[in-house]
């Protein structure tokens, strides 16, 4: 492809509402175009990555089994009503209506339509498993919409529904998906880690996210570099830290102090004198129609998706000083387990803390040398705090660390919850009628791209990873009016074409610099820079996109030198 002739508008300027490399980058670089908020065009560039990314993904679910179809994005209410979701999806599905005014959606996810496509023609236990994918632009009305392709409101997904008779068939299902994606993100060259989607303690069914790393990611993971542990913070497991002083002391007698004034932690630990982890702080919550306690160490946060499926309530909502002013009579700064009106849920380290300090549901006074036990019975003593770096991994009691990362793909064991509510059943060996057991995977495949930039990029712009590089390699004459260097340039560029290789001919009449700025800011990862000088010599300069170093090797032996650094001689 000659440069002169290719459609992709490089801005100088980073726009102004791009917050994020990948953003500002795809951008700049003629890769994406927005349309409206969260909806882009993806230019010829950005088009030749993603196939290069999708053909990966397809490749590894067909070795794994999967067939390949493609389902309609118009889905009719009816089907969203069978399942239930219809009224529980809520704002961010797209709703329209056909002129007869019957109610449909644009396609947030298909497990409406696949397990009503499976189910009609799916009978018996013989034709199952079967692993359905897809490749299709998805439509979520997402409430905020940003960072270009992380979170669109149109973007490409994979979606594979696997279909099995049992669970044990699931699992199997579960595995071949599971590896499948380390192999996807492995191949794409990204730095991941898979995550425990839902925590093991709580319960609930498997699912695994995968996490590309990187700072401007949204979810928070810990993660164990001593195993594989890894999870989102808000769902890791969390061990006591048995650390605290006073393990041993003896329990002194429960006292209670005047503290005009004292409402936070930092007043506690300032007036009294203690330190942050000898502190008790409990906050109430409304969880459907009832107020409760939750209490947690001084220094900790309190994760309220624990809480919520440890009471498991639809609405949890912390109370404010006005509301706990009005049902409970004190500020919330005095609030505290002992003696308290309503029921208390303590974190596992409270139970490890001996003689600490705490409200005491009065107005201007604190408790000193409470102990859970002696003074008070918690409903239940469990796991309610945020994960933090320097906790021990529940797995091998090593040190966690935490880091960002961008959610890229997610699988789940969705059991019988669709095929249960669509009534959708095979036959199994015995004749009997059974719901199918499913499970469903999913790729960002919009998402993914973008991730790889944040991986990979510098000042000067992307660095595309090899293998999905829109471009392999770029030819850049210094001079486009000199006719030597052209016709050096035109030559090499049919002998890597011959390849097989994916070339580009910078052949506009544009300064050195120029062609180089752009060059880089592209990312295409072998640049040869055909000039004058070295021509004179017959030889011409490669430079990789990731390193600084140029290097001049003899015109004849550029097509291999190529081919070596793309590692793709045979
Ligand atoms: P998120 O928590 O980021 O909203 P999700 O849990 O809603 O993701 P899934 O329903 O599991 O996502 O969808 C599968 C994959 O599709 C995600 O892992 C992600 O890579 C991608 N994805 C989801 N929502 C978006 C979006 N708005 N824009 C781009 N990609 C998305
Ligand atoms: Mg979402």
Same mark, same amino acid.
């Given at each position: 492809?000659?440069?002169?002739?290719?459609?992709?508008?490089?801005?100088?300027?980073?726009?102004?509402?791009?917050?994020?490399?990948?953003?500002?980058?795809?951008?700049?670089?003629?890769?994406?175009? =927005?349309?409206?908020?969260?909806?882009?065009?993806?230019?010829?560039?950005?088009?030749?990555?993603?196939?290069?990314?999708?053909?990966?993904?397809?490749?590894?679910?067909?070795?794994?089994?999967?067939?390949?179809?493609?389902?309609?994005?118009?889905?009719?209410?009816?089907?969203?009503?069978?399942?239930?979701?219809?009224?529980?999806?809520?704002?961010?599905?797209?709703?329209?209506?056909?002129?007869?005014?019957?109610?449909?959606?644009?396609?947030?996810?298909?497990?409406?339509?696949?397990?009503?496509?499976?189910?009609?023609?799916?009978?018996?236990?013989?034709?199952?498993?079967?692993?359905?994918?897809?490749?299709?632009?998805?439509?979520?009305?997402?409430?905020?919409?940003?960072?270009?392709?992380?979170?669109?409101?149109?973007?490409?997904?994979?979606?594979?529904?696997?279909?099995?008779?049992?669970?044990? @068939?699931?699992?199997?299902?579960?595995?071949?998906?599971?590896?499948?994606?380390?192999?996807?993100?492995?191949?794409?060259?990204?730095?991941?880690?898979?995550?425990?989607?839902?925590?093991?303690?709580?319960? @609930?069914?498997?699912?695994?996210?995968?996490?590309?790393?990187?700072?401007?990611?949204?979810?928070?993971?810990?993660?164990?570099?001593?195993?594989?542990?890894?999870?989102?913070?808000?769902?890791?497991?969390?061990?006591?830290?048995?650390?605290?002083?006073?393990?041993?002391?003896?329990?002194?007698?429960?006292?209670?102090?005047?503290?005009?004034?004292?409402?936070?932690?930092?007043?506690?630990?300032?007036?009294?004198?203690?330190?942050?982890?000898?502190?008790?702080?409990?906050?109430?919550?409304?969880?459907?129609?009832?107020?409760? @306690?939750?209490?947690?160490? @001084?220094?900790?946060?309190?994760?309220?998706?624990?809480?919520?499926?440890?009471?498991?309530?639809?609405?949890?909502?912390?109370?404010?000083?006005?509301?706990?002013?009005?049902?409970?009579?004190?500020?919330?700064?005095?609030?505290?387990?002992?003696?308290?009106?309503?029921?208390?849920?303590?974190?596992?380290?409270?139970?490890?803390?001996?003689?600490?300090?705490?409200?005491a549901n009065e107005d201007s006074y604190h408790l000193i040398n409470a102990n859970l036990g002696r003074d008070f019975v918690p409903e239940m003593i469990v796991d309610l705090r945020n994960a933090v770096e320097g906790d021990r991994c529940p797995v091998c009691e090593g040190l966690v660390g935490t880091t960002r990362g961008i959610e890229v793909g997610h699988i789940f064991k969705l059991g019988t919850k669709y095929s249960q509510?669509? =009534?959708?059943?095979?036959?199994?060996?015995?004749?009997?009628?059974?719901?199918?057991?499913?499970?469903?995977?999913?790729?960002?495949?919009?998402?993914?791209?973008?991730?790889?930039?944040?991986?990979?990029?510098?000042?000067?712009?992307?660095?595309?990873?090899?293998?999905?590089?829109?471009?392999?390699?770029?030819?850049?004459?210094?001079?486009?009016?000199?006719?030597?260097?052209?016709?050096?340039?035109?030559?090499?560029?049919?002998?890597?074409?011959?390849?097989?290789?994916?070339?580009?001919?910078?052949?506009?009449?544009?300064?050195?610099?120029?062609?180089?700025?752009?060059?880089?800011?592209?990312?295409?990862?072998?640049?040869?820079?055909?000039?004058?000088?070295?021509?004179?010599?017959?030889?011409?300069?490669?430079?990789?996109?990731?390193?600084?170093?140029?290097?001049?090797?003899?015109?004849?032996?550029?097509?291999?030198?190529?081919?070596?650094?793309?590692?793709?001689?045979?």
């Amino acid at each position: 492809m000659k440069s002169s002739e290719m459609f992709n508008p490089t801005l100088r300027e980073v726009p102004s509402d791009a917050e994020i490399v990948s953003h500002q980058l795809l951008l700049r670089a003629g890769f994406i175009r =927005k349309t409206s908020g969260g909806v882009y065009s993806y230019l010829p560039l950005a088009f030749r990555v993603l196939k290069k990314i999708m053909n990966i993904v397809r490749e590894e679910m067909d070795r794994a089994g999967g067939q390949e179809l493609l389902m309609p994005i118009i889905q009719p209410a009816e089907l969203w009503q069978e399942s239930g979701r219809w009224d529980v999806y809520g704002d961010e599905m797209f709703r329209l209506k056909d002129r007869h005014n019957r109610p449909f959606a644009l396609g947030p996810t298909h497990e409406e339509i696949i397990t009503t496509l499976v189910n009609q023609d799916v009978h018996s236990y013989r034709d199952l498993p079967l692993l359905l994918y897809q490749i299709q632009n998805k439509y979520r009305d997402e409430i905020r919409p940003r960072f270009g392709l992380m979170r669109g409101r149109e973007f490409i997904m994979k979606d594979l529904y696997s279909f099995d008779i049992d669970e044990d @068939g699931l699992g199997i299902s579960y595995n071949k998906m599971y590896e499948a994606y380390n192999r996807i993100f492995q191949r794409l060259n990204l730095k991941y880690r898979v995550v425990e989607a839902d925590s093991g303690a709580i319960g @609930g069914n498997e699912s695994h996210e995968f996490m590309v790393l990187a700072d401007t990611g949204e979810a928070e993971i810990v993660y164990c570099d001593n195993c594989n542990y890894a999870a989102n913070v808000e769902k890791a497991v969390c061990l006591a830290d048995k650390s605290s002083e006073g393990e041993s002391a003896a329990l002194e007698p429960l006292e209670k102090v005047y503290t005009p004034g004292v409402r936070t932690v930092e007043d506690v630990m300032r007036e009294l004198d203690v330190p942050v982890h000898n502190i008790a702080k409990t906050l109430i919550y409304w969880a459907d129609g009832q107020y409760i @306690g939750a209490v947690v160490r @001084g220094d900790r946060e309190l994760n309220e998706i624990k809480l919520k499926n440890l009471l498991g309530c639809n609405n949890l909502l912390i109370a404010d000083e006005s509301q706990v002013r009005q049902v409970l009579g004190v500020s919330v700064g005095s609030l505290g387990p002992v003696g308290a009106e309503f029921k208390i849920y303590a974190d596992l380290e409270i139970a490890e803390m001996k003689n600490f300090v705490c409200g005491a549901n009065e107005d201007s006074y604190h408790l000193i040398n409470a102990n859970l036990g002696r003074d008070f019975v918690p409903e239940m003593i469990v796991d309610l705090r945020n994960a933090v770096e320097g906790d021990r991994c529940p797995v091998c009691e090593g040190l966690v660390g935490t880091t960002r990362g961008i959610e890229v793909g997610h699988i789940f064991k969705l059991g019988t919850k669709y095929s249960q509510a669509m =009534k959708a059943t095979f036959l199994d060996s015995a004749g009997q009628e059974r719901p199918f057991v499913m499970g469903c995977y999913g790729i960002g495949v919009s998402r993914t791209m973008a991730a790889s930039v944040e991986q990979n990029s510098d000042e000067d712009g992307i660095i595309w990873p090899i293998p999905i590089a829109p471009y392999q390699v770029i030819i850049v004459p210094v001079n486009a009016k000199k006719s030597e260097q052209m016709e050096a340039a035109c030559s090499l560029y049919e002998q890597l074409a011959e390849k097989g290789l994916e070339v580009i001919l910078d052949d506009r009449d544009e300064r050195a610099g120029v062609k180089f700025k752009d060059a880089d800011l592209t990312g295409i990862p072998v640049r040869i820079t055909i000039g004058p000088k070295a021509l004179q010599d017959n030889k011409v300069e490669i430079k990789k996109r990731w390193e600084k170093e140029v290097f001049l090797v003899a015109i004849e032996e550029a097509v291999s030198q190529v081919e070596d650094i793309l590692n793709i001689k045979e």
